[in-house]
């Protein structure tokens, strides 16, 4: 698989890195979101998100259980965000009703939900981040042509260095901020963007210095330190008071550890300078004068522990290890990289080790302002931002200090005969948590005079392998392996980068066929490696490669500043000045051996032919290094529990590990010959967009895109879509249309949704619209692939009011590309589905391992499942074990029956949006029309909108209705509760109140149950929009205390919050809550997809608000104190009409610390019984329960 490239978004964790939800082995980008989640140890999420971004190696079975958890596609959400700050590995960067699908939002504002979103523009880049995650090779093979013509203006930036010499910093042709680089006199390396048109300031430091770095004596100190810089400075001594006042400036922080770096970042809202000076100011105070206070590195411990314990069931964590557990033991990649109490604590006591004054000294000698790399972008001019960053950067140390990386040159990485686990010619087979079950084959590349990293920085030859590899297209290994019904999935890229060596591994996601041939699916891999080694690549592939990047280069768009400083400040570790911006985002850089890429234009091909060789020579190295003798296999299965005889020692997976038998070795080296097997070279892609094609109808003035713009019009609305087409109420279509006045982009979005009430109407029917948009996406997937690469999407989604089809991308071939997936699915519904049961039992199989990942679900996010579905009505919301049932009685006819009637009758609504005119846009929904040829329903056939359920309403001072569930999987150690109140309010004021008081309440309720109490790791609270109501939501997960700790903590929290959090408050205060607010709602859109996605979700509700955000800006301007105390009176004290509506969901452990007393299944509620109501009137549920109780919560509205 491969994935396509923004400027802004290289390294996020976003919703946004999928081609479509409908399509499940799109979605198994699972290596793109594991490498991330393995490099970063801890940012999942974030270049998760994922715990962040599970669209990824569980990309096959997280889909699935996304659909059981998550309500339908008219919900609004904002994720509750774990705002915690000092995070490594994998940390949960978001919590929402999805927690596998992380993206970190400002509590306070709301956004669209994601996982439904119809407009995913693909994106991703290719530097040291994106390798990583650029597991499916970033661009297509194909046409020999050249298409991409150069830009007209040259972007270069002309800066200034240390020395006074002039730089060019190259940026992309459409980027028009203004860039400066230069180094502070201490050492400090600086990048600075002014960006008038933004109200948002991000900033990111790079420390050169990970985990490996680790005394050996201290396994988790980086890390530990990451989490002390947080917790107070000596300008700034209160602990927390960074993340208070960022939650008052609309803001957020957080930090990752890696291997070799750390990073940490923030962003705020701007507008003010004086605010971003501060923030500046506090954030520079980190690296030159942090506290280490006794206290506070006690209480941190907490965490550290509560943060592994939160770990040890992710099969993330636990895979990685194993891995690490392959190197050599005197190199620190092998080390253990989190730490833990006992690590930290317990073994530095035994060792008569002081940890604080170990902590002080680990800070001592690797922060130095000479091994820092500082980024930020901000709407204040160059100049000031220049002044700004002295005064809150120029008192860092210069220490002096060499790279970490010195101590351990002479260290082989891997040793077979020095490692827990040998490197080589052995195979692990691990019992994983979920019901995985693929195979691994990693190599690692040590750098040396056959391949040098810079071979690797500069010509990236990991990006033609793995496109190569993890083609999907007609000859490719993934379709030779689906025919052989072996594979669902398989993804290709570089793993493990450090300064010394990487890893490149090829994962494929085995069906049950296929675990039982695993040799020979190892053998087509080699067989596939031996042909890239001796069948010569075509110049094509490479030619297309760049081409197709470079036209992601050429029309590359600001994304979120957060993810651009973190891409920025890692970037500027390993490239000259004039590449930290096109170094991660573009290929061939070394023009020739002698001098690097020095123009911004995006090129048709090579500029010349010994570049081209040059880069075929690398390619070639890395081939070289991708033998039999050398790999490192593994295998995950469920099958293997109970026959394991090993335990890996710091996450306690069952493993195996046996040698792989001479004979099968002899038959990888020898393999059978692609032609054998129908494996060939892709040929070149037809999708990729002409000159012609490429013209933007409507340009933009250069000036609108980057002027600053006045309050008055920040809050004036942007201009709608319009109806073009309108068959009345009874007719076919309603068609809403609007040419792109704002990005300037050649691109457009085209969403058909057929309206019907069938096609969701029971557990069984949404089953079957899980198993045919697998199918359906599956079979398209060879077409498809091609067009994915060439920067096109299509998405298949069939949803509790009917079903979507989203296409979109670069408008040239969009119409024939829509109009050839339309047909496919409607012409004759035979041709997506299942030859015969044999292939529709690996499907079945599929969506079976995801509907029981959610036993493994981590104690929080199932707190959030069911407090979630308590407001969710019945048929837009089916519960995992209604729809494991359902899916146990499915068949193929059934299946059948059931697409045959997809596309019988409807009611058609369609937003084309972008670079299309109005004729064009006609044209294309007729096409769509009778290519579909639907019959038309009438008015009251159509399906209902969603509408929330209300809770109970309770007395004032009553405890809320409760809901008490076991945690699934018995290992499982952590506890976890939610409290939420229910806002039935409607109107645009009461909506930003809530998101107020969501700051407001923030980093206290942080700070007193995470920092002061230390109840666990994940301590979040946060608002989400559901139809036109809000809910406030805290959260609390643990393995320390019991659920009823935890529950009565949150209890007592909320019950200060007037008195202590409220009152205080002054008319400033809030009115600098609201300002913050105001400019995170009115911060412009940095995509056309943004703004599609807005647009059709006002379009789907019915609420056609296409001006929501410039309502509630006009709200925010009249909120008072007083407003927030009534608010709060009436919604969590209950003193108005529609009162006191709170439920509790908690999540009980089996096992540990946290352990309590089993919940029962059914308090009784369920049959009527007054058990489950207490003399208080609490109702108390059981899992049993739920559904009665939403049905007569149903019959309420």
């Known amino acids: 698989m491969s994935h396509c490239c923004d400027l802004d978004t290289c390294n996020e964790p976003r919703w946004i890195r999928r081609y479509s939800i409908g399509s499940l082995h799109n979605q198994f980008s699972f290596l793109r979101w594991w490498k991330e989640g393995r490099r970063k140890e801890g940012r999942m999420p974030h270049k998760s998100t994922p715990e962040g971004r599970m669209m990824s190696i569980y990309g096959l079975l997280a889909f699935c259980i996304l659909q059981t958890i998550l309500p339908v596609n008219s919900f609004l959400v904002a994720p509750l965000r774990t705002r915690r700050h000092g995070q490594s590995w994998g940390a949960l960067q978001s919590i929402n009703v999805c927690p596998s699908y992380g993206?970190?939002?400002?509590?306070?504002?709301?956004?669209?939900?994601?996982?439904?979103?119809?407009?995913?523009?693909?994106?991703?880049?290719?530097?040291?981040?994106?390798?990583?995650?650029?597991?499916?090779?970033?661009?297509?093979?194909?046409?020999?042509?050249?298409?991409?013509?150069?830009?007209?203006?040259?972007?270069?930036?002309?800066?200034?260095?240390?020395?006074?010499?002039?730089?060019?910093?190259?940026?992309?042709?459409?980027?028009?901020?203004?860039?400066?680089?230069?180094?502070?006199?201490?050492?400090?390396?600086?990048?600075?963007?002014?960006?008038?048109?933004?109200?948002?300031?991000?900033?990111?430091?790079?420390?050169?210095?990970?985990?490996?770095?680790?005394?050996?004596?201290?396994?988790?100190?980086?890390?530990?330190?990451?989490?002390?810089?947080?917790?107070?400075?000596?300008?700034?001594?209160?602990?927390?008071?960074?993340?208070?006042?960022?939650?008052?400036?609309?803001?957020?922080s957080n930090a990752f550890t890696d291997s070799e770096n750390t990073v940490y970042y923030f962003d705020m809202e701007a507008e003010a300078e004086s605010k971003l000076k501060e923030g500046l100011d506090r954030f520079g105070s980190f690296f030159s004068s942090p506290l280490f206070t006794e206290s506070a590195t006690g209480r941190e411990l907490n965490a550290i522990e509560s943060e592994n314990s939160k770990n040890l069931q992710n099969d993330i964590f636990r895979i990685y290890q194993l891995e690490k557990s392959r190197a050599n033991k005197n190199h620190p990649f092998s080390k253990f990289f989190t730490g833990n109490k006992k690590t930290l604590l317990d073994d530095t006591k035994r060792q008569g080790i002081d940890l604080r004054k170990e902590l002080i000294k680990f800070y001592e000698t690797y922060y130095s302002a000479n091994q820092m790399t500082l980024a930020i972008v901000a709407p204040q001019s160059l100049s000031k931002l220049k002044k700004n960053v002295e005064e809150s950067f120029g008192a860092i140390p210069n220490r002096g200090s060499p790279k970490p990386e010195e101590s351990w040159k002479d260290v082989p990485p891997f040793d077979n005969g020095n490692s827990i686990v040998p490197s080589s010619k052995y195979v692990?087979?691990?019992?994983?948590?979920?019901?995985?079950?693929?195979?691994?084959?990693?190599?690692?590349?040590?750098?040396?005079?056959?391949?040098?990293?810079?071979?690797?920085?500069?010509?990236?030859?990991?990006?033609?392998?793995?496109?190569l590899l993890g083609h999907e297209g007609p000859g490719s290994l993934l379709s030779y392996l689906k025919k052989k019904g072996w594979a669902n999935g398989l993804g290709s890229s570089n793993n493990a980068e450090l300064s010394d060596f990487e890893t490149f591994e090829v994962t494929v996601e085995l069906t049950n066929k296929g675990l039982g041939k695993i040799d020979e699916v190892c053998e087509a891999i080699f067989s596939y490696i031996k042909m890239l080694s001796e069948q010569s690549i075509p110049n094509y592939v490479f030619n297309e490669v760049l081409q197709l990047q470079e036209l992601q280069w050429r029309f590359t768009t600001k994304g979120e500043p957060s993810s651009y400083v973190q891409s920025l400040v890692e970037s500027m570790q390993k490239?000259?000045?004039?590449?930290?911006?096109?170094?991660?985002?573009?290929?061939?850089?070394?023009?020739?051996?002698?001098?690097?890429?020095?123009?911004?234009?995006?090129?048709?091909?090579?500029?010349?032919?010994?570049?081209?060789?040059a880069n075929r020579k690398a390619t070639l190295s890395l081939l070289s290094k991708l033998t039999v003798d050398s790999v490192m296999m593994a295998v995950l299965s469920k099958s293997f529990e109970g026959k394991t005889d090993r335990v890996e020692k710091w996450y306690g997976t069952n493993y195996n590990v046996r040698p792989i038998s001479s004979s099968t070795m002899f038959n990888w080296m020898h393999p059978s010959p692609p032609e054998q097997l129908g494996i060939a070279y892709p040929k070149p892609n037809a999708f990729i967009p002409s000159e012609k094609g490429l013209k933007v109808k409507k340009p933009v003035p250069e000036e609108k895109l980057l002027k600053a713009r006045t309050f008055e019009e920040r809050i004036k609305p942007i201009s709608p879509p319009t109806i073009i087409r309108d068959d009345g109420e009874e007719g076919r279509w309603t068609v809403h249309y609007k040419q792109d006045d704002r990005f300037g982009q050649p691109k457009a979005f085209v969403i058909f949704e057929l309206l019907t009430q069938e096609v969701y109407s029971s557990a069984k029917s949404a089953v079957l619209a899980q198993l045919y948009q697998l199918c359906a996406t599956d079979h398209l997937e060879e077409y498809a692939y091609d067009a994915t690469l060439a920067g096109l999407i299509y998405n298949i989604q069939v949803l509790p009011r009917g079903v979507r089809l989203t296409f979109g991308g670069y408008n040239d071939k969009l119409e024939n590309f829509a109009n050839y997936v339309t047909g496919e699915l409607s012409r004759d519904v035979t041709n997506v589905l299942p030859e015969d049961t044999v292939e529709f039992e690996r499907y079945k199989d599929q969506i079976t391992r995801g509907f029981s990942a959610f036993d493994a679900k981590q104690p929080y996010g199932l707190a959030i499942y069911y407090s979630t579905l308590a407001l969710t009505p019945l048929r837009f919301q089916y519960t995992n074990s209604q729809l494991r049932e359902a899916l146990k009685s499915t068949t193929l006819s059934d299946l059948t029956t059931y697409a045959k009637s997809l596309w019988s009758s409807g009611k058609g609504e369609a937003l084309v949006q972008g670079n299309l005119d109005k004729n064009e846009a006609l044209r294309l929904v007729s096409s769509i029309d009778n290519t579909l040829g639907f019959k038309t329903i009438t008015s009251d056939e159509y399906p209902p909108r969603l509408k929330v359920l209300h809770l109970p309403r309770i007395s004032p001072g009553a405890f809320p209705t409760r809901i008490s569930t076991s945690v699934p999987n018995v290992s499982n150690s952590n506890a976890a509760s939610q409290l939420t109140i229910q806002c039935l309010g409607r109107n645009q004021k009461d909506h930003v109140i809530i998101e107020i008081l969501s700051a407001i309440l923030e980093q206290p309720f942080y700070e007193e149950l995470r920092t002061r109490q230390q109840l666990g790791y994940i301590v979040s609270s946060g608002v989400k929009a559901i139809e036109e109501t809000r809910v406030l939501s805290l959260i609390v997960q643990s393995s320390v205390a019991p659920v009823k700790k935890l529950t009565a903590e949150i209890l007592k929290f909320a019950d200060s919050i007037r008195s202590k959090l409220l009152e205080p408050l002054s008319e400033g205060d809030v009115a600098l809550y609201a300002k913050g607010l105001l400019d995170r709602k009115t911060e412009p859109d940095k995509t056309l997809a943004t703004e599609v996605t807005r647009n059709w979700g006002e379009i789907a509700s019915g609420r056609f608000e296409f001006d929501r955000i410039q309502r509630e800006a006009g709200a925010l301007l009249d909120v008072n104190k007083n407003d927030i105390l009534q608010f709060w009176d009436n919604y969590y004290l209950g003193q108005s009409e529609s009162g006191r509506r709170l439920i509790i969901s908690e999540a009980v452990p089996k096992s540990g610390v946290a352990a309590s007393k089993a919940p029962v299944a059914s308090t009784g509620y369920s049959r009527g019984g007054k058990t489950s109501i207490g003399a208080d009137g609490v109702i108390k549920l059981g899992v049993e329960d739920i559904e009665m109780f939403r049905r007569d919560r149903q019959e309420q509205i």
């Open 428 to 467: 692990v087979e691990a019992v994983p948590v979920q019901d995985l079950r693929q195979v691994s084959l990693s190599w690692p590349v040590v750098y040396g005079p056959d391949y040098t990293v810079e071979d690797g920085l500069y010509k990236k030859p990991n990006v033609y392998v793995g496109h």
């Open 103 to 252: 993206t970190r939002t400002s509590s306070s504002q709301l956004t669209a939900r994601r996982d439904n979103d119809p407009v995913q523009e693909p994106e991703g880049c290719i530097d040291s981040v994106a390798r990583r995650h650029l597991l499916f090779s970033l661009l297509a093979t194909a046409a020999a042509t050249g298409t991409v013509s150069p830009a007209v203006a040259s972007t270069a930036v002309k800066t200034r260095a240390e020395e006074n010499e002039v730089i060019d910093i190259i940026k992309p042709p459409l980027d028009n901020r203004q860039y400066e680089t230069y180094t502070l006199p201490n050492g400090l390396r600086v990048l600075l963007c002014s960006d008038p048109s933004s109200n948002t300031a991000a900033a990111a430091m790079d420390v050169h210095v990970g985990a490996c770095a680790d005394p050996v004596e201290v396994p988790g100190l980086a890390h530990f330190n990451e989490h002390m810089l947080f917790l107070g400075t000596e300008k700034y001594p209160q602990e927390e008071s960074f993340t208070g006042f960022l939650s008052s400036n609309g803001g957020f």
């Open 575 to 613: 490239y000259p000045p004039s590449l930290y911006i096109a170094g991660p985002r573009r290929l061939a850089l070394d023009e020739t051996p002698d001098r690097l890429l020095s123009s911004p234009d995006p090129r048709p091909a090579f500029s010349s032919n010994a570049q081209l060789e």
